[in-house]
Nanobody
Framework: QVHLVESGGGSVQAGGSLSLTCVAS????????MGWFRQAPGKEREGVAR????????YYADSVKGRFTISQDNAKNTVYLRMNSLKPEDSAMYYC????????????????????WGPGTQVTVSP
């Protein structure tokens, strides 16, 4: 399994920015996609952004297009999420994820199955 650890969460006022970092280790098979998900209390976990590891192709949820940017540094096994113009509705626990074919608990995002999860980092945006 891939081990993922997020960092960079915190509290910010609406309109502010935060950058999240995910460091991956323990790869046992080829990882084709990395992504960011979020889950707010009482809501379903939702995909935020994903990136193709081989070619940097990105996909974003409509709710964050134009505000969030996912990027990666494969040499460091690291994925980033830059969040600009944050809104209160962006408040959630943010999870880094890697694609998986055999995960017990998985989520689909834009046709990709994600099942390897980090422990999450909290993002809180105040009005």
């Amino acid at each position: 399994q891939v081990h993922l650890v997020e960092s960079g969460g915190g509290s910010v006022q609406a309109g502010g920015s935060l950058s999240l970092t995910c460091v991956a280790s323990g790869y046992t098979e080829r990882t084709n996609y990395m992504g960011w998900f979020r889950q707010a209390p009482g809501k379903e976990r939702e995909g935020v952004a994903r990136i193709t590891t081989d070619n940097d192709f990105t996909y974003y949820a409509d709710s964050v297009k134009g505000r969030f940017t996912i990027s990666q540094d494969n040499a460091k096994n690291t994925v980033y999420l830059r969040m600009n113009s944050l809104k209160p509705e962006d408040s959630a626990m943010y999870y880094c994820a890697a694609d998986s074919t055999d995960a017990e608990e998985d989520s689909w995002f834009s046709g990709v199955k994600f099942g390897n999860w980090g422990p999450g980092t909290q993002v809180t945006v105040s009005p």
